[in-house]
């Protein structure tokens, strides 16, 4: 009896192992495959960086330029304004024409008053 029992332990055993040797080639056959798919993706994520360096610098450059840019415009307007002022001040002169006629009338008339005051 006690060979029957060992047998069976063997028998057990020998099943075991199959199904042990059966997951470790699965096993196996999946790292494999995920071991190329690493390697794969190893070469896509250096491409990528590339990229991506090639993108921050192209992103600084432009950066650059836009300052450039901002910096000219903002010059540019400095002049503009400079150069209409005079027209500013004509078209303020024009819309206030009448305020100014009653000021520099009242002006006139008061150191027209003062003169004729300081005469006597």
């Known amino acids: 009896m006690d060979m029957k029992i060992l047998f069976d332990l063997l028998k057990e055993v ?6 042990h040797g059966r997951e470790l080639s699965k096993q196996s056959a999946y790292l494999e495959n995920l071991d190329s ?3 794969e993706l190893k070469v896509s994520v250096l491409q990528n960086t ?15 330029l836009h300052k450039d840019n901002q910096k000219r415009i903002a010059n540019s307007e400095e002049r503009l304004d400079k150069l209409e ?3 500013k001040a004509r078209k303020w002169l024009k819309k206030n024409t ?23």
């Open 14 to 19: 020998r099943e075991d192992q199959k199904n």
């Open 37 to 39: 798919d690493v390697k």
């Open 50 to 64: 590339e990229d991506i360096s090639h993108h921050i610098r192209r992103t600084d450059i432009l950066q650059e």
């Open 85 to 87: 002022e005079p027209v």
């Open 98 to 120: 009448k305020s100014v006629k009653v000021i520099l009338s009242i002006v006139l008339i008061t150191v027209s008053i003062l003169a004729f005051f300081l005469n006597k």
